[in-house]
């Protein structure tokens, strides 16, 4: 679309004036009046950011505006990173609508959510009156039971450097930048306490929900994945349709193509009405010279 814009916002935290939350804003017809339009956020996974994965090539696709953004401590924007702090990064989601809200009259959509992402957009979507409105939302490689990160690869490593040390180091490659992040057991605890159990009676009942999840992901278990298909899968009017890929890992490497192709045709059959009540979603692509 020749006139699409892309403008990089710089959002004032409500609540830690030192924070300035930073985001792309993904416009459609930029020249158009922006009250009442829809607009889908996309939120990034832990030790992610605004680019990351699928996540510019999804913006740059879907049919409606979109804004992803950078949560406290991750890449541009301000603020300490901490394992356990996903209700800083609920603050921050919530911080973002009103902006998004008061500045522009955007109404929120779609929400988009990887890993950490799609925890906090779960306990949004089903605490807030924003988040009870929201018309569809993506779960992808979301953990439903939180103690399991303990049995994780990085949470056995974790366990280990609490015992010698006190605390694990962290040093990962973020947008090309070297970052060095410290875990304490604290962090993992207050991780592992956060509840999910909410989705089987709290969950918005007219939510389209799609869940994406790799069945190679040694990160978050696909059985999770399950889990969530069978705690929304009851709901009514809202639907949910699972879609699982074989030979994906959690960050679907080298798949972000077959991601972005499966929430686009989701979205695209959710806007026509063909979206099936207990579906369960095969890209082609997955099952061609398979059967």
């Known amino acids: 679309m020749a006139d699409r814009a892309s403008t990089k916002l710089y959002i004032k935290h409500p609540t830690e004036p030192a924070i300035k939350l930073v985001g792309i804003l993904e416009q459609l017809e930029p020249s158009k009046p922006t009250k009442g339009r829809k607009i889908a956020l996309i939120l990034h996974g832990t030790m992610g950011h605004k680019d990351y994965l699928f996540q510019k090539r999804l913006a740059v696709r879907l049919p409606l505006d979109s804004f992803r953004f950078d949560f406290r401590g991750n890449h541009e924007t ?140 040694k990160t978050v278990p696909p059985f999770d994945a399950l889990i969530y298909a069978r705690a929304l899968g009851t709901r009514s009017p809202g639907t949910h349709t699972l879609h699982l890929m074989e030979d994906a890992d959690h960050n679907f490497t080298g798949r972000q193509d077959d991601v972005v192709d499966a929430i686009f045709q989701w979205w695209e059959q959710r806007q026509r009405g063909e979206i099936s009540k207990t579906g369960i979603w095969v890209n082609n692509s997955d099952i061609k010279g398979k059967l």
Request: proline share 2%; charged share 25%.
């Open 78 to 217: 301000g603020g300490v990173w901490k394992q356990g702090a996903l209700s800083d990064d609920l603050e921050d989601l919530q911080a973002v609508v009103d902006y998004l809200k008061k500045t522009y009259g955007y109404v929120i959509e779609l929400i988009v959510g990887h890993s950490r992402g799609s925890i906090v957009a779960f306990r949004w979507l089903a605490t807030t009156e924003d988040g009870r409105k929201v018309g569809a939302f993506v779960n992808a490689s979301g953990r439903y039971r939180m103690a399991k990160i303990a049995e994780s690869p990085s949470g056995i490593v974790w366990r280990e450097h609490f015992e010698k040390h006190g605390f694990y180091t962290w040093n990962v490659t973020v947008a090309r930048q070297k970052i060095v992040a410290k875990i304490y057991p604290e962090d993992l605890q207050d991780f592992m306490n956060w509840d999910t159990s909410f989705v089987w009676d709290q969950f918005p009942q007219e939510t389209d929900v799609l869940t994406l999840h790799g069945l190679a992901d």
